[in-house]
């Protein structure tokens, strides 16, 4: 399994271990898909958390599959 980022580990303190296991699922529903490459991977394996969440929005992030620095669409599989 992979290791817990540091929000990942912050969140898991206040909450229920059922609400984090919904949590992890959800938001490795939840992917990041670069405008470049087209490169996929999900806002868990990021190190993020996006629960309960509706919405595609858009960020601006160098993608490390390219390493170009360009909008990242955010939608849920």
Known sequence: MNEL??????I????????????EAE??????K???CS???SIW???GI?????GN???YRTCPNCSQRNWHTIYKK
Request: proline letters at 2%; glycine letters at 4%; hydrophobic letters at 35%.
């Open 39 to 41: 490169h996929e991977r």
């Open 34 to 36: 670069c405008s470049n």
């Open 57 to 59: 929005p858009r960020m």
């Open 12 to 23: 898991k303190i206040f909450v229920s271990e059922t609400t984090f296991a919904a949590m």
């Open 45 to 47: 394996s990021m190190g």
């Open 5 to 10: 980022s540091g929000t990942q580990k912050f």
């Open 27 to 32: 938001s490795k529903l939840w992917t990041m």
């Open 50 to 54: 996006r629960y309960k969440a509706a």
